[in-house]
């Protein structure tokens, strides 16, 4: 049976948990090239202050997701990067599509009009995700960066919204 999934902004009060699935992501070697989960002053500084979400099962931190700037500069002020991540006990419920779905649609009320994001090949479930909300593979970073002494490819995707920045 599918449990009940609530989205709200993710918070200071919900890092060490949030911070706990993300470390659990780093476990797979699938996620990302981030070696540990940082603080939340960290965490927070490096990413929007809107869009970042949290999805809570029963009251636990199931899952989160959170957009990062790709630039400073002003002409970029709406393209983002995705980060997201689902609790092992919680993948396969729905989590990520219900974050997925509520990050795009909060981006698109902040004026994101393309959303970005890298992900290893290998991981299929992400892939699958971005597949499913309309991202599409611009690339592959060959030998992008190296972990555990083998060096790793990176998937570009991108989407562009259909709300924001049409003229």
């Not at 911070?19 to 965490?43: C, H, K, L, M």
């Not at 190296?146 to 990176?154: F, I, L, P, T």
Request: proline share 4%.
């Amino acid at each position: 049976m599918m449990k009940q999934i609530t989205i709200q902004s993710l918070t200071a009060e919900h890092w060490p948990d949030a911070a706990r699935v993300y470390e659990a992501g780093i476990a797979t070697g699938n996620a990302t090239f981030q070696t540990e989960a940082p603080s939340w002053e960290a965490w927070n500084k490096a990413h929007r202050p809107d869009c970042r979400l949290v999805a809570l099962c029963e009251g636990k931190v199931a899952g989160w997701a959170a957009l990062s700037p790709v630039s400073a500069r002003p002409v970029y002020a709406g393209v983002a990067e995705v980060s997201i991540y689902v609790d092992p006990a919680f993948r396969g419920q729905g989590v990520g599509d219900s974050l997925m779905k509520a990050l795009i649609e909060e981006s698109e009320t902040q004026g994101v009009w393309t959303l970005q994001s890298g992900v290893f090949p290998e991981n299929a479930a992400s892939m699958r995700l971005h597949q499913k909300y309309d991202f599409r593979t611009i690339g592959i970073k060959e030998r992008i960066g190296k972990m555990n002494s083998e060096w790793r490819d990176v998937a570009m995707l991108e989407r562009r919204s259909r709300v924001v920045g049409i003229d």
